[in-house]
């Protein structure tokens, strides 16, 4: 394997297992920037011996074991330290250092990643910070990716993350999914984690890839483990299904040269039919576990409609449509309303979902958010006012950080006849 592809398989290998090296690291030294800086140690060794060596066959099982003799190495030598402190005498600042069994470190790790999403979502942080924190660790998004699905500045969300590890370290807090009341408070923060996770996937932030497969099927494995673990919660069954759902149409989204493929040109054939009746039986489960559904459970129901339809002509839009209007009331946002124009448009016409979506164009939280003028544009083109969605849709090439977005934002932009002169 030459060189460039050495560091390419690399940067796959930590994409997909730094999250479960960092989870595990952190259930067992119980410090969330010693777990980092022994995952990142872990890395350089591989970037040292992998082009000489290659790529092991296990190479998760080989970071851990890189990142386990390097964090001994540390850990020995802090206790060396306090050895030198009880000779020069107490000091009353010091606490005593006890070695953590880096041995733990062997066993299976199935579920640390649940652990992890449960610590990080303590109710010492703001919810906000919980999800930003988690997303951080565990899906391996950059600050800069957090701060665009929050919709908000790079550095407040480098702050919080701080801010985040610094309390959970003062708190002292256990590494280990609560039980009783104290998993029920922390689950709304962990249901946004795994759903935020899901989404990076479905639709990279940046990149030159549309989807991140990876990030979909650990989210996948997250929601099913919770809804084994909480059979009894409506929302988790909702998230369930939703997920379930949207994963299904994974195939269809993406060409064979890597190309998106939008909702209404793909081919239905290439849905995952089973997966499609997971989704729609864990939805079930939800509405009859409560009636007054909640907002995961309301996403499931619209992602369902599309599942159920045989041709994107026969989507029932008045009815997604109604149900986004649900969602608004449960969980008003900007976004919502967005995607309720979307349908509106849908069911009553362009004109009608273009009313709507110049009634949100002064919403600070979308002011760059590339969706907002590429939802525009497509109303625009609909209405044949060709110029004007020109505009919208190279705006949204400019807004948007996923080069194949931008690629099909550029396309679009470019199909759009001038007007003639009158």
Request: with cysteine; hydrophobic share 45%.
């Amino acid at each position: 394997m030459h060189g460039a592809d050495t560091h390419q398989a690399i940067e796959t290998v930590w994409r997909l297992e730094s999250p479960r090296l960092i989870a595990a690291l952190i259930r067992v030294v119980r410090d969330i920037d010693l777990a980092e800086e022994l995952a990142q140690d872990a890395l350089v060794a591989a970037l040292e011996h992998w082009p000489r060596e290659g790529v092991p066959d296990n190479p998760g099982a080989w970071l851990m074991t890189a990142a386990k003799r390097r964090g001994i190495d540390q850990l020995r030598r802090r206790r060396l330290i306090e050895r030198k402190h009880a000779e020069l005498g107490d000091d009353p600042e010091h606490a005593t250092f006890t070695m953590p069994d880096l041995e733990a470190l062997d066993d299976d790790i199935g579920d640390d990643l649940l652990r992890l999403i449960f610590t990080a979502c303590h109710p010492a942080l703001s919810v906000d910070a919980q999800i930003a924190l988690t997303l951080r660790l565990l899906a391996g998004l950059s600050t800069e990716e957090i701060a665009r699905a929050y919709l908000a500045a790079e550095p407040t969300i480098a702050q919080r993350i701080v801010r985040a590890k610094r309390t959970l370290a003062k708190a002292n807090v256990a590494y280990e999914v609560p039980r009783g009341e104290a998993l029920a408070e922390r689950l709304g923060a962990v249901l946004g984690t795994i759903y935020l996770i899901f989404n990076e996937g479905y639709t990279a932030t940046s990149g030159s890839d549309w989807m991140r497969p990876a990030l979909c099927e650990e989210a996948l494995r997250l929601g099913r483990m919770l809804a084994a673990l909480m059979p009894r919660n409506a929302e988790v069954h909702g998230l369930l299904a939703l997920l379930e759902i949207q994963a299904s149409r994974s195939h269809a989204r993406v060409s064979a040269d890597g190309q998106p493929i939008l909702l209404p040109e793909q081919d239905r054939s290439r849905w995952d039919r089973l997966q499609i009746q997971r989704g729609l039986a864990a939805l079930e489960r939800a509405e009859k576990l409560d009636a007054a559904r909640g907002p995961y459970t309301l996403q499931a129901a619209i992602a369902a409609c599309h599942a159920r339809a045989a041709s994107a002509e026969q989507t029932d839009w008045p009815r997604i449509a109604s149900l986004y209007a649900e969602l608004a009331r449960v969980t008003p946002s900007p976004v919502v309303e967005l995607n309720r124009a979307v349908a509106i448009s849908r069911a009553d016409g362009p004109a009608a979902g273009l009313r709507l979506i110049d009634s949100l164009r002064d919403e600070p939280a979308l002011a760059n958010y590339h969706l907002l003028p590429a939802v525009r544009g497509d109303l625009l083109e609909k209405l044949g006012r060709h110029d004007e969605a020109r505009v919208e849709f190279k705006r949204a090439a400019s807004l948007t950080r996923n080069a194949r977005e931008r690629d099909v934002m550029l396309a679009r932009a470019g199909k759009q006849e001038p007007t003639s002169p009158s």
